[in-house]
């Protein structure tokens, strides 16, 4: 079985312009999650997708981060206008229903760096 | 103050050395207690988990929970170099189902 997959691995922009970043999570993992590591601090929870739905999006930096799950399947997550202080690594986990919901499992991650 | 503190290390130990991995929390709402491993530019990996207080045992690896502390630990035993990774501790209160990260203890295990 294929694990949580993202891409890509790393992308290199300059402040103000536009990233997507996607995420493929297990196949028939209802919950989605992304996380983000700036430099030097841990990674901090951004949302919560249950199926195509917003569970949870209190993490969300501002209203330059959109995040969406069409169709409950993949994710993306857009940053726009970057800014220098995104810099840092987006991961993407997922996880079953409620039952398991603890049981998060996350993907390589990808390197964003703004410049 | 962090929910979660960890002492980043590096931690650096002989090979076959028993490893105490440590982390204290302050939301006493936490309920599941997850201890992940990361091998540089990798996501992290889902090691263990232990619910509420105990102990729980997986192979080489425990991880104990005292909540009256608000304490987690993981023990490796005979440890190996290819334990050599950052073990991140992440607990979680399952009414908000995500997960508070420590910042990770760097772990090295010398052949």
């Known amino acids: 079985e294929a694990g949580v997959t993202q891409f890509p691995s790393h992308s290199v922009i300059e402040k103000g312009q536009t990233v997507t970043l996607r995420c493929d999570p297990i196949s028939g993992h209802d919950n989605l999650y992304w996380y983000r590591r700036v430099m030097g601090k841990e990674i901090k929870f951004l949302l919560h997708f249950v199926k195509e739905s917003k569970q949870d999006e209190s993490g969300m930096p501002n209203n330059r981060f959109l995040a969406e799950r069409t169709g409950g399947t993949y994710s993306t997550l857009k940053v726009q206008p970057a800014e220098l202080e995104d810099s840092g690594v987006y991961f993407c986990?997922?996880?079953?229903?409620?039952?398991?919901?603890?049981?998060?499992?996350f993907g390589p991650g990808t390197r964003l760096t703004v410049t | 103050q962090k929910e979660v503190e960890q002492d980043p290390g590096p931690l650096s130990v002989p090979e076959g050395a028993i490893v105490s991995l440590n982390c204290t929390y302050s939301?006493?709402?936490?309920?599941?207690f997850m201890w992940y491993r990361q091998y540089s530019r990798k996501g992290p990996e889902l090691l263990m988990y232990t619910y509420s207080s105990g102990n729980k045992e997986d192979g080489r690896f425990t991880a104990q929970v005292d909540k009256s502390s608000k304490y987690i630990s993981l023990f490796i035993r005979d440890s190996q170099p290819s334990d050599s990774a950052t073990y991140l501790c992440?607990?979680?209160?399952?009414?908000?189902?995500?997960?508070?990260f420590g910042t990770g203890t760097r772990l090295l295990v010398s052949p």
């Open positions: 992440a607990p979680m209160n399952t009414g908000f189902q995500k997960l508070v």
């Open positions: 939301n006493s709402a936490f309920q599941y």
């Open positions: 986990a997922s996880s079953q229903g409620r039952d398991r919901l603890y049981e998060q499992y």
